[in-house]
């Protein structure tokens, strides 16, 4: 059991590390913020697509190294 622990921890954590999971947790935060801000969805995908922009922009995608 312990075992299976450790291997889901160890599987969270190399999510956590990757900007792409951060990406898809801003956009639903925002999303579900601004729909119940009551905004129309397209201003809420908007905000969304924005802040998944961002966190790109700031945590670019790692690139294999070149040979």
């Known amino acids: 059991m312990r075992y299976r622990l450790e291997q889901l921890l160890a599987y969270l954590a190399e999510r956590a590390a990757e900007p792409g999971t951060w990406q898809g ?31 790109k922009i ?7 190294p070149k040979e």
Request: charged fraction near 15%; glycine fraction near 10%.
């Open 25 to 55: 947790i801003a956009f639903v935060l925002t999303l579900a913020g601004s729909k119940y801000a009551e905004l129309d969805w397209g201003r809420c995908a908007t905000l969304g697509g924005i802040a998944s922009a961002a966190i």
């Open 58 to 64: 700031i945590f670019p995608d790692a690139q294999p």
